[in-house]
C-alpha cells in the first residue's frame, strides 16, 4: 500500500468507471462535503462512470440513485442495483428474483428473531426500516457482543460482514463484488474478469475486502488503515485525507490521468 500522492500520473490514465463505498468513504463522520460532491460532478463531467457500492439501506439509495450525479448505486452489500430512469424515475434490479423476495425477506426477520434471543442485547441498526435485502444491527461498546451477534447470524444461516456503522447479515451468495460483476455486464457489456482494469474502487472497510482484492486499481481513504487485519489483500493506493477528503484526492488522481492522456504525444 504506497501513498496516493506519488503515483506516477499515468496510473489511472484508462479509468473509466470509478466505484466508491459510501460511509466514511464519501462521508466523513457522517457528512458529506461540498467538495466531495463536486469531486462526483467532476467525474461525471469528464466522462467517468460513478458508482457508489454501499451497505447502505435501499431507502438512502434510492434517494443517492435520483439526486446524486452517478450512474446508480449498488446497495445493502449487493443486495440492490438502483439507477435514474428518466427526470424523476427510477429502475430497480435485485439479487433476488421478484419470485424469491418476499420468502427471504420473512427469512431474514426470522433470523433477526433468533439472534436477539441469543444475544439480548443486539439492537437494531437505526436505518433498518429502509432496507429491502438485509438486516443490520448496530454496533456493541462490548466487543463480545458485537462478536456474538456475528456468531448468530452465522448460525442461523445468514452471511454476515461489518463495516463502521452496520453488523450486516443477509441470505444469497453475493457481496460487493458479485453485484459488482452482475451490474457491469448487464448495464454496460463489462466482463470484469478480462475488463477490471478500466475500474477504480475507492474504500475504507473490512466490507471493501472483497473489491480490494480483486480490482488492480484501488485506493483506501487514509482510516482503512484502522481495518487492514481485517482486509487479506490492502488496497494498492492510500490516500492522505479520510473519508471524503481522500476521495476529492482518488477523483483528482483520476482526472489528472485523464488530462495527461489526453495531451500526452
Given amino acids: 500500500m504506497e501513498n496516493l ?32 460532491y463536486d469531486a462526483l460532478e467532476r467525474l461525471q463531467s469528464a466522462g467517468i462512470h460513478v458508482i457508489p ?3 447502505a439501506p435501499a431507502g438512502w439509495c434510492d434517494q443517492m440513485a435520483r439526486m446524486w450525479p452517478v450512474d446508480g448505486v449498488i446497495g445493502e452489500n449487493g443486495g440492490l442495483f438502483f439507477r435514474r430512469d428518466g427526470e424523476h424515475g427510477l429502475a ?44 443490520a444491527f448496530a454496533h456493541s461498546a462490548d466487543a463480545d457482543a458485537s462478536g456474538a451477534i456475528v456468531a448468530a447470524l452465522h448460525a442461523a444461516g445468514a452471511r454476515t ?20 460483476r452482475r451490474v457491469m455486464a448487464e448495464n454496460y457489456g463489462i466482463d470484469i474478469e478480462t475488463g477490471r482494469d478500466v475500474i477504480l474502487y475507492c474504500g475504507d472497510s473490512i466490507n ?6 480483486f480490482f488492480r486499481h484501488t485506493i483506501g481513504v487514509s482510516t482503512v488503515r484502522d481495518y487492514l487485519a481485517g482486509i487479506p489483500v490492502a488496497p494498492a493506493w492510500v490516500a492522505a485525507g479520510p473519508g471524503g477528503d481522500g476521495f ?3 477523483a483528482n488522481a483520476v482526472l489528472a490521468a ?5 495531451h500526452s504525444f
Fill in 248 to 250: 476529492v484526492e482518488a
Fill in 53 to 55: 457500492v454501499t451497505a
Fill in 161 to 180: 460482514t461489518i463495516n463502521n456503522l452496520w453488523i450486516l447479515g443477509w441470505l444469497g451468495d453475493y457481496d460487493k463484488l458479485a453485484m459488482t
Fill in 208 to 213: 471493501d475486502a472483497p473489491m480490494f482484492a
Fill in 258 to 262: 485523464r488530462d495527461f492522456k489526453e
Fill in 5 to 36: 500522492a506519488i503515483a506516477p500520473r499515468s496510473t489511472f490514465a484508462d479509468i473509466r468507471f470509478v466505484l466508491t463505498d459510501m460511509d466514511e468513504t464519501l462521508t466523513y463522520r457522517g457528512r458529506m462535503s461540498a467538495r466531495t
Fill in 92 to 135: 430497480r434490479r435485485y439479487w433476488h428474483g421478484d419470485a424469491d423476495r418476499e420468502d427471504v425477506h420473512d427469512r431474514l426477520l426470522e433470523i433477526a428473531d433468533q439472534v436477539r434471543a441469543r444475544v439480548p442485547s443486539a439492537q437494531w441498526a437505526d436505518d433498518q426500516a429502509f432496507r429491502l435485502t438485509s438486516i
